[in-house]
């Protein structure tokens, strides 16, 4: 199954932006172990980085004629305000899981909603960069079905 993750805004300065919320792994870092993680389970990852909403929404479009089967995506800023990045995930129907670095329910008040939660399989915030791989091998659990319960 090819999977595909997608970084919002300012996620290019993990390891160097507010290391109090976002710790000090550089999405290099991330990326890599995200491709691991498939690796091994016999998944193929490709990753997509951006701050421009329009290109967050074009990679989304482009996921379907590439044969995507799930999304793993830190919308970060977008997720609280974009109601196009929640229409191109609803138009292109696969599976996603949204994940966020920070505890967002204990940040402002205005990063408590999210425009997607609701329209995921699964969410996953407050375990800093473990939340990308706890949301994969959730996002991963999909494809294997209920039978293989016991490997998370
Ligand atoms: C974030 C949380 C968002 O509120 C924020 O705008 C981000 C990062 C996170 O991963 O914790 O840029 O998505």
Do not use: C
Request: charged share 20%.
């Amino acid at each position: 199954m090819k999977i595909l993750a997608i970084h919002g805004p300012n996620l290019n300065l993990l390891g160097e932006r507010e290391s109090q919320h976002y710790g000090t792994t550089t999405l290099e870092q991330i990326n890599g172990d995200l491709v691991e993680i498939a690796k091994k389970a016999g998944h193929s990852l490709l990753y997509y980085q951006s701050n421009v909403e329009g290109e967050l929404v074009n990679r989304i479009q482009e996921a379907r004629k590439e044969e995507v089967g799930g999304i793993l995506i830190n919308p970060a800023a977008y997720g609280h305000t974009s109601v196009a990045l929640r229409d191109v995930l609803l138009a292109v129907k696969i599976p996603f899981v949204e994940v966020h670095l920070s505890n967002i329910a204990a940040r402002e008040e205005f990063r408590h909603k999210s425009l997607i939660s609701d329209i995921a399989h699964g969410v996953i915030f407050g375990f800093g960069p473990k939340s990308y791989k706890i949301g994969l091998l959730g996002l991963m659990s999909l494809f294997e079905g209920s039978k293989n319960d016991s490997k998370l």
